[in-house]
């Protein structure tokens, strides 16, 4: 089967900390997993501007390497996967349900990506798109055991339509995505992406979401609320009240290259007048 080809792998690698191409194997999954997610942040620019997000492997190569963006699920996931087949890896995309903050039985639209990958035969979960509380090491697909990260603990639960990942918050298993094996066709990504960036009724519309891990840490900014959670340790917060240090916030902490300012202030102004 024939899979979106990177125009430039070795830019992407060096963004990595990788002089060559490394082996497929466990080791260098998750050293790459952990460095994405701390290299490309997760951000919804584009939805609070409510632009059009294209998917595009092309696209999502020209917003992330050349305009200095990150993205969300359907872009960076796309980009991770790519990477990964470009390495040898056996991996293909899956999607999910998010729900994160959701009543127990929820069942919303099926709106994330991320991708399997299987090394020597065991099956691994792989996601460097879920905001602010992305896994940050590949999970053990068959394993219903507590899974240890680089930042919280996580676990697979298997319901009775597929897949459930929790992961332990404050002492509390939390979930965050239901998801299943089903063949995906970038039709299906194209769907779930049409949603997240055009339904009225999509949490990403006129929302400012971006997230970055760290070592022991993680960064996140919801609307004007900003916060840095460090492992064991009480979290950092603070409320954002001026469009312009918003901006210098988003430049400093998370490392991105805006959108001009003429386009991008008034969106903010209207976030923090909302």
């Known amino acids: 089967m024939s899979h979106p080809q990177l125009s430039d792998t070795t830019r992407y690698l060096r963004r990595l900390g990788f002089d060559a191409p490394p082996a497929p194997t ?22 609070l501007l409510r632009q059009p997000v294209p998917i595009d492997l092309e696209s999502v190569e020209r917003k992330v390497f050349e305009e200095g963006r990150g993205g969300y699920c359907y872009e960076l996931n796309q980009l991770f996967l790519a ?22 039985d929820a069942w919303p639209a099926r709106t994330h990506r991320l991708s399997l990958v299987t090394i020597d035969g065991v099956r ?20 219903r055991d507590t899974q240890v990260t680089p930042h919280e603990p996580y676990r697979i639960e298997t319901p009775a339509d597929g897949y459930l990942l929790r992961a332990n ?5 939390r979930p ?11 039709i299906d990504y194209t769907v779930g992406n049409w ?8 949490p990403f519309m006129g929302r400012l979401m971006v997230a970055r891990t760290g070592d022991g840490l993680r960064k996140t900014l919801n609307g004007n609320s900003y916060a840095v959670h460090r492992i064991g340790q009480e ?40």
């Open 26 to 47: 466990l080791d260098t999954l998750r050293q790459l997993q952990w460095r994405h997610t701390a290299e490309f942040p997760f951000e919804t620019l584009s939805t």
């Open 169 to 173: 918050v404050a002492g509390e298993w």
């Open 176 to 186: 965050m995505y239901l998801f299943d094996l089903q063949r995906q066709e970038d």
């Open 83 to 104: 990477l990964l087949q470009t390495l040898g890896f056996d991996a293909r995309g899956i999607t999910g349900r998010v729900v994160m903050n959701a009543p127990e």
């Open 124 to 143: 691994y979960i792989t996601d460097v798109g879920f905001g602010g509380m992305v896994p940050t090491a590949p999970l053990l697909l068959d394993s």
């Open 195 to 202: 949603y997240v960036c055009n339904h009225p009724e999509s």
């Open 235 to 274: 979290s950092e917060r603070r409320v954002i009240v001026d469009a312009d240090e918003l901006i210098d916030l988003l430049e400093q902490a998370f490392s991105l290259r805006v959108p001009p300012r003429e386009l991008l202030r008034p969106a903010l102004v209207g976030l923090l007048q909302g």
